[in-house]
């Protein structure tokens, strides 16, 4: 499976700044994704990255918000837009292949203070 | 009714106990099906895929019931390293693309 480096893995920022968020995989994929782990819960898709074209969206995440990018088939960024403490959160990348599961980059714990 | 509910746990359970879990999912149409494990702190790890004959892997049995719409993992002869959450993952309708990710149990083992 792919090895995926995500970065940064933590940071601690202002609230009404924004974080932008990299992953970098080691190989080239089909799909990449954006999730949000809250404390204590499950992982929430935010969106699924779409290569050389926009992001598709879930439910309650809105591209003004959560600004994604994969200019190509290994990169993709995360923004997170004028934040504030709900945002608080890890945010994990992931992305499938053709011939394997899921795998995740090592997340970024986020605090807006 | 959530798309994919679990167990709530925890489950405390001593070394060497068999311990199950148990996972549903509402849709019907879903074909790809897997667990996932977590660790404190990391990110979510591929433990198995789940298929409808049932596959083992190891200490680890998984079977897939599409009648009820189940899921379920065996751990066998559980060790220390077992600890963690356990994360049950289920296809967007028939999409192998999208998945949704169920609360997770958390399993302790204890010595």
């Known amino acids: 499976s792919a090895v995926i480096s995500q970065k940064p893995s933590r940071d601690i920022c202002q609230r009404g700044t924004s974080l932008t968020i990299q992953c970098q995989v080691d190989?080239?994929?089909?799909?990449m994704f954006w999730y949000r782990q809250q404390p204590g819960q499950s992982l929430t898709l935010i969106a699924t990255?779409?290569?050389?074209?926009?992001?598709?969206?879930e439910s309650g995440f809105v591209i003004d918000k959560f600004p994604i990018s994969r200019p190509n088939l290994t990169f993709s960024t995360l923004t997170v837009s004028n934040m504030s403490p709900e945002d608080s959160s890890i945010y994990l990348c992931?992305?499938?292949?053709?011939?394997?599961?899921?795998?995740f980059g090592s997340g970024t714990r986020l605090t807006v203070v | 009714r959530k798309e994919v509910e679990q167990d709530p746990g925890p489950f405390n359970v001593p070394e060497g106990a068999t311990v199950a879990f148990n996972c549903t999912y509402s849709?019907?149409?879903?074909?790809?099906f897997f667990w996932y494990r977590q660790d404190c702190r990391k990110e979510p790890k591929l433990l198995m895929s789940?298929?409808?004959s049932g596959n083992e892997d190891g200490r680890f049995t998984a079977q897939l019931n599409r009648a009820s719409q189940y899921i379920s993992l065996l751990i066998r002869d559980s060790k220390l390293s077992d600890s963690a959450t356990y994360l049950c993952?289920?296809?967007?309708?028939?999409?192998?693309?999208?998945?949704?990710f169920g609360p997770g149990t958390s399993l302790s083992v204890i010595p």
């Open positions: 992931s992305a499938r292949g053709a011939n394997y599961g899921y795998t």
């Open positions: 993952v289920v296809g967007v309708g028939t999409s192998y693309d999208k998945v949704i």
């Open positions: 789940v298929y409808s």
């Open positions: 849709n019907s149409a879903s074909q790809s």
């Open positions: 990255a779409n290569q050389g074209s926009e992001a598709t969206y």
């Open positions: 190989s080239q994929v089909t799909m």
